[in-house]
């Protein structure tokens, strides 16, 4: 017997962002640029669909869970999600060219300073810089590394954006 499988289908949009923390439409994107290399050889009744698995990962991501959780939630085994976990980041890391650049031009370069300038009177700025502190459960061999100076467990992510 098997578990329902996850699919976005009868979520509403709010459940599907606290979930997963992206929209509906961005995670059909995202499935879309990433079907292909995921998509099973062979359909048999045991085949976990890519929407799955894609859903699978990214409440995993979202809250920071252990596989054993993202695979509940998806309705599949640990083992499973644990075969397809490197699979579905590295199609998603393989994305980042087309969504990740900094101006490599100097004619990009000046665009993007008028932009900053125009918005805020600063010259010569090609990004914008933040910081968040995302909290998650430590893997237990090295929980120490992941201790914030507040006591708390999380990573810290860095974004850079430009004028646009």
């Not at 509906?24 to 292909?36: D, K, P, S, V, Y």
């Amino acid at each position: 017997m098997f578990r329902p499988r996850t699919t976005l289908h009868g979520l509403r949009e709010q459940d599907i962002i606290q979930r997963y923390r992206l929209n509906w439409q961005a995670i059909q994107q995202l499935l879309r640029n990433i079907e292909l290399q995921l998509a099973p050889t062979l359909l048999t009744a045991r085949t976990i669909p890519t929407e799955t698995k894609l859903l699978a990962v990214l409440h995993m991501m979202a809250s920071g869970s252990f596989q054993t959780t993202g695979a509940l939630i998806a309705g599949i085994s640990q083992p499973s999600f644990s075969a397809f976990l490197p699979k579905v980041l590295d199609a998603i890391i393989g994305l980042t060219p087309r969504h990740i650049c900094f101006p490599n031009t100097l004619q990009k370069q000046q665009e993007t300073k008028q932009g900053f300038y125009l918005i805020s009177g600063f010259p010569h700025v090609l990004g914008a810089i933040d910081c968040i502190h995302v909290r998650l459960v430590p893997p237990a061999a090295t929980e120490h590394l992941y201790r914030n100076r507040k006591h708390t467990h999380s990573i810290n992510v860095h974004a850079i954006v430009d004028h646009q």
